[in-house]
């Protein structure tokens, strides 16, 4: 399979949270804001690169009755690795994903894809595969964080000076909306809000493939 | 099949799995021992950020000894205080900075009070906390709320305007202002029996 | 060597059942467990199934996992293994169970049995046991904090499922809302009734 077809399938096609659906968890609970949405998506792909690599890897090496527990073990390792690396560099973020790093362990995309790609093919493709997947995952947080910080704190971008520095020129608090932040729904940050968004992306999402497929 | 091509096979999955776990444990304590420290920094360094941030005048801190009736309060009600520090300026202690844990509505909340020695409280500031985003997280987040505490006298007598005081508490969000005005009385009495 | 959390009062223990059943609900409040909340809620009699393993696994989850950390992690200095530790202990403890079941009680597991594998990688199970210890709750404390989560987590798995079998029986909705969107927004609603609870969060 080519790269392009790999990101198409990984982003749109195949989408982790639009199409299959898994991983709901982290992207309800995580994406109060657009730069929490984006420090989860990358904790995750990292995650989720470094273990297809391991795991594809020893495909041949570890037998079919312990894999589950094998795929657990190393995934869980790469977790606690990412997790102490964020709370020595970037503690800001480690606080506000809080209970939420050490759970990317049982996020099922990252389980998944050890099991139905990275179990059964090459190292170099198994890491593409954890790229687009991740890329995917990402693009959906980002998606719901940017809609939820703006309806819900009346901001845009807040926080995203802290995690990466080098675009200080966004202030620490964000842009405000004029006339939202004053007066945000706040209900969209809150879980009920979390549920609600990702109820009218999907519905946008199947308004769009019922479009595409009467023509 | 014989029993002992079963038994090889047994073995073997011990002998791949204890290998697995020996590697990833490896890995981990490596990880642990680069990273322990620069942890450990950053706490302390939150905590100076937000010491020096309410004491502005101050030119150092150095710890002050209280005793278990403040650490760990036989009363449950009763937030517990992680540390007691002095502000000094010119050789003379300025003000105290107490660091208390009151709960809030997602556990604990870490707070830094500041309290003059003149009986009014300087300032707080929350470094870490598990509130809800948007309505106890506003504690740290909205930078204006905190400062009402600034300038109130030290003791132990603020209340939220609900409960008949003068602090307004942050909409939404009663708990996590009870929990923070609750620290605040805490520190401000113990820098009272401090003398 | 051994540095055990207090000792927890009645009330304690009890506004900490409440809490974890209602106030602080695994899904609707903390998202925790959302992938098999969608999954396993399309009917009712799978919907309690999969509760009551939740409940069985996350008791002994708290119980056994309460233990690892008080007596082997936490005494050797070895907190960073927190993560992996736990999640190990859960994935033998489901694999046990599933084991013991199929023997001992043969009933019990063909009711639950499907579900058992599903629970390894249900977040609620593993973020009970962190919850737990990040908490600081005494064993007992842990006990019931975990049943009651469960609790939590059946009663809003249920009341989800009952609701989704209405909506596919009888909802009128617009075209792109129907299944999931739809049931993602009854989610929503559902949350938002949970959210009248959070008054209850101190006795």
Not at chain 2, 35 to 49: A, M, V
Not at chain 2, 103 to 130: C, P, R, S, Y
Not at chain 2, 165 to 187: D, E, K, M, Q, Y
Not at chain 3, 40 to 60: E, H, N, Q
């Amino acid at each position: 399979m080519k790269f392009s077809e790999q990101l198409k399938a990984g982003v749109i096609l195949d989408n982790p949270i639009f199409m299959q659906t898994i991983g709901l968890c982290p992207a309800l609970a995580t994406t109060t804001s657009l730069s929490n949405a984006i420090g989860m998506g990358v904790a995750a792909t990292v995650v989720l690169i470094c273990s297809n690599v391991v795991i594809s890897a020893l495909r041949k090496f570890i037998p079919d009755k312990i894999r589950i527990a094998c795929f657990i073990t190393i995934i869980a390792t790469f977790v606690t690795m990412i997790d102490l690396a964020l709370q020595a560099f970037v503690p800001s973020l480690a606080a506000s994903l809080g209970l939420f790093l050490p759970l990317i362990v049982v996020n099922c995309i990252i389980l998944g894809r050890a099991e139905a790609y990275a179990s059964k093919n090459k190292v170099l493709p198994s890491a593409l595969d954890g790229v687009c997947m991740g890329l995917g995952f990402g693009f959906a947080l980002v998606l719901m964080g940017f809609f939820r910080e703006l309806l819900g704190a009346g901001t845009v971008l807040s926080g995203l000076s802290t995690l990466l520095p080098f675009l200080s020129f966004i202030p620490a608090e964000g842009f405000a909306i004029p006339g939202l932040s004053a007066n945000p729904a706040v209900m969209m940050i809150l879980p009920a809000g979390g549920f609600l968004m990702m109820g009218f992306i999907f519905a946008v999402i199947q308004k769009v493939m019922a479009g595409k497929e009467d023509k | 099949m014989d029993s002992s091509k079963k038994g090889g096979g047994i073995l073997m999955l011990v002998v791949v799995l204890g290998l697995i776990t020996f590697v990833c444990a490896l890995l981990l304590g490596f990880t642990n021992g680069v990273t322990k420290d620069k942890i450990e920094q950053n706490g302390i360094e939150t905590r100076n950020e937000a010491m020096s941030a309410i004491i502005a005048d101050a030119e150092s801190f150095t710890d002050v000894e209280v005793g278990e009736e403040w650490t760990a309060p036989a009363d449950k009600n009763q937030p517990a205080i992680s540390g007691v520090y002095a502000a000094e300026a010119g050789g003379e202690t300025i003000a105290y900075c107490v660091e208390v844990k009151p709960k809030g509505f997602g556990g604990e909340l870490t707070l830094i009070v500041g309290v003059n020695t003149d009986g009014t409280i300087a300032g707080a500031q929350v470094t870490a906390h598990g509130e809800t985003p948007g309505l106890g997280a506003k504690a740290q987040s909205d930078k204006n709320w905190i400062t009402q505490f600034a300038g109130q006298p030290a003791d132990g007598s603020l209340a939220v305007s609900k409960d008949g005081g003068t602090i307004n508490a942050i909409t939404g969000s009663t708990i996590t202002s009870r929990a923070v005005t609750l620290g605040v009385n805490t520190a401000a009495n113990c820098v009272a029996s401090l003398g | 060597m051994f540095n055990f959390p207090d000792a927890m009062g009645l009330t304690e223990v009890l506004s900490l059942a409440v809490a974890a059943v209602l106030v602080n609900n695994y899904i609707l409040v903390q998202f925790l467990g959302c992938c098999s909340f969608f999954g396993v809620s399309k009917k009712t009699d799978t919907a309690i199934g999969m509760g009551m393993a939740v409940v069985f696994v996350m008791a002994l989850a708290s119980a056994v996992s309460w233990a690892v950390w008080y007596f082997i992690l936490d005494p050797l200095g070895l907190e960073y293994m927190q993560t992996i530790a736990f999640i190990l202990v859960i994935a033998t403890l489901v694999q046990f169970v599933e084991m013991f079941m199929k023997k001992a009680m043969p009933a019990l597991y063909s009711a639950l049995g499907i579900f058992l594998p599903l629970i390894t990688t249900n977040c609620a199970v593993l973020g009970a046991a962190i919850s737990n210890i990040d908490n600081g709750y005494s064993f007992i404390g842990s006990m019931v904090y975990g049943v009651g989560a469960g609790l939590g987590y059946t009663l809003a798995i249920v009341l989800f499922a009952s609701i989704r079998e209405r909506l596919d029986a009888t909802a009128q909705c617009p075209k792109c809302f129907e299944g999931f969107p739809i049931a993602l927004v009854s989610a929503a609603l559902l949350a938002m009734s949970f959210m009248g609870f959070s008054g209850l969060s101190i006795w």
